[in-house]
Nanobody
Framework: QVQLVESGGGLVQPGGSLRLSCLAS????????MGWYRQAPGKEREFVAS????????YYGDAVKGRFTISRDNARNTVSLQMNSLKPEDTAVYYC?????????WGQGTQVAVSS
């Protein structure tokens, strides 16, 4: 069964932290670079971060560099996103998928809201 299940979102104050997780089925996850994406209301989906299969190579969008950290656990088919120093402009629905070419299939995403 093909699946992408994101979790860990919530409401947090500016400057706070959240840790997102994504559980992916093996057919999507295995031996692939994975990425996090986000979509804010009224905006197109954008790239946030990616991590190679072995974890040695990570890339970040300019808006999150120095604040977010992507990691993965290949034994558990999971990819995580540690988000620190959150800003209101980080408010969005966050998704995981393959990178650089996402599959046509997307999970339900996890909502992150940053507000005081």
């Amino acid at each position: 069964q093909v699946q992408l299940v994101e979790s860990g979102g919530g409401l947090v104050q500016p400057g706070g932290s959240l840790r997102l997780s994504c559980l992916a089925s093996g057919s999507i996850f295995s031996a692939r670079t994975m990425g996090w994406y986000r979509q804010a209301p009224g905006k197109e989906r954008e790239f946030v971060a990616s991590i190679s299969w072995g974890g040695a190579n990570t890339y970040y969008g300019d808006a999150v560099k120095g604040r977010f950290t992507i990691s993965r656990d290949n034994a558990r088919n999971t990819v995580s996103l540690q988000m620190n120093s959150l800003k209101p402009e980080d408010t969005a629905v966050y998704y995981c998928n393959t990178y650089p070419r996402p599959r046509d299939f997307w999970g339900q995403g996890t909502q992150v809201a940053v507000s005081s």
